[in-house]
């Protein structure tokens, strides 16, 4: 157990709807980082928030928005889905702002969009 | 843009055996790092190896061990007296200094076999 808590474990929905994933940072860690795997696009970095403020982006999409709230804990919204937003929605976090040391991955949102 | 490629899609071995999984990358940096990742049937994404490319001597954790050639770009993984838990998909990253996106290659998939 990684310490990192992830909710739901899976969520169903329709096209068009919108959705939205919640993670909680290992106790202490500020940095909070969501990613994406995908059969098709494998795995990549979404964005990283630091102590409330985003920090980082990478291939999120606009349809996309994330962030993270006084207690650390970080929410991902999804809107307007499609079916290839189907994946597994991942965050980590680490104490520091640097993503270099080790990232403490949560057990994933499974994301099915029918 | 920095790229990471894991040339081995699929790989077995028999438990107790030795295996080698290839990977490289390409970049302009001078400083960055690189990490293995393991996701096993469960989906967890666990760090298994990390190397700063400024250190010139080999990570190594319990039965894993890199062999990082700086000016060849590869970093590859090895597992030594493989276990059936080595069963996972294997992701090879990429950080650069510059940049704090973590690239990740599209893995490897390692059946350890009784």
């Known amino acids: 157990d990684s310490g990192v808590t992830q909710t739901p474990k899976h969520l169903i929905t329709a096209t068009g709807q919108r959705v939205t994933l919640r993670c909680s940072p290992r106790s202490g860690d500020l940095s909070v980082y969501w990613y994406q795997q995908s059969l098709d696009q494998g795995l990549q970095f979404l964005i990283q928030?630091?102590?409330?403020?985003?920090?980082a982006k990478g291939n999120i999409l606009e349809r996309f928005s994330a962030q993270q709230f006084p207690d650390l804990h970080s929410e991902l919204n999804l809107s307007s889905l499609e079916l290839g937003d189907s994946a597994l929605y991942f965050c980590?976090?680490?104490?520091?702002?640097?993503?270099?040391?080790?990232?403490?991955f949560g057990p994933g949102t499974r994301l099915l969009v029918l | 843009a920095q790229t990471v490629t894991q040339s081995q899609p699929e790989m077995s071995v028999q438990e107790a055996e030795t295996v080698t999984l290839s990977c490289t990358y390409d970049?302009?940096?001078?400083?960055?790092?690189l990490f293995w990742y393991k996701q096993p049937p469960s989906r967890q994404m666990i760090l298994v190896i990390r190397?700063?490319?400024?250190?010139?001597q080999n990570a190594t954790e319990n039965r894993f061990s890199v062999n990082f050639q700086k000016a060849a770009k590869s970093f590859s993984l090895k597992i030594s007296d493989s276990q059936l838990g080595d069963t996972a998909m294997y992701f090879c990253a990429f950080m650069g200094n510059r940049d704090d996106k973590i690239i990740f290659g599209k893995g490897t998939r390692l059946h350890i076999l009784p």
């Open positions: 980590a976090s680490t104490y520091r702002e640097r993503p270099q040391e080790t990232q403490y």
């Open positions: 190397q700063e490319a400024y250190k010139q």
């Open positions: 970049t302009s940096e001078n400083n960055y790092y």
């Open positions: 928030y630091y102590n409330g403020e985003e920090r």
